[in-house]
């Protein structure tokens, strides 16, 4: 699976393992563009993609929440795979704590690589 923390101008990216257990950063998409996220699905051999929806802390969405959908809605038009949009919230402040423990990767992509974390749980959580 791949993950996308979605911004106007650059796109946190991570990808899972085959078996859908971890989730490692990728490089930061900049611009975000549908078809280079394309070829990086096509590249990795990915089955699915995860948008991060920046739902705000009361559960509303906002401007960023819709300007994520039309993201992930132009990322199908592209894409053979399922694209599916899954709650952010917490991903940016929790990617900042793991960057100040060591963790070199960008902020974007390690944000991308806990909705990935979240998201492969909740999976887990419905599976079993």
Do not use: W
């Amino acid at each position: 699976m791949l993950a996308l923390d979605y911004g106007n101008v650059r796109c946190g990216a991570a990808i899972s393992d085959p078996t859908g257990t971890l989730a490692r950063p990728l490089p930061v998409i900049e611009p975000p563009e549908p078809r280079r996220i394309a070829e990086i699905a096509a590249q990795h051999e990915v089955e699915e993609v995860v948008v991060g929806l920046p739902v705000l802390l009361s559960g509303e969405e906002g401007e960023q929440a819709a300007a994520s959908r039309a993201f992930a809605a132009d990322l199908e038009r592209v894409l053979s795979v399922p694209v599916v949009t899954y709650d952010e919230r917490l991903t940016t402040k929790m990617a900042a704590a793991t960057a100040r423990q060591g963790a070199i990767a960008a902020e974007d992509s390690l944000a991308a690589a806990h909705l990935l974390e979240s998201y492969l749980a909740s999976r887990g959580d419905d599976s079993g």
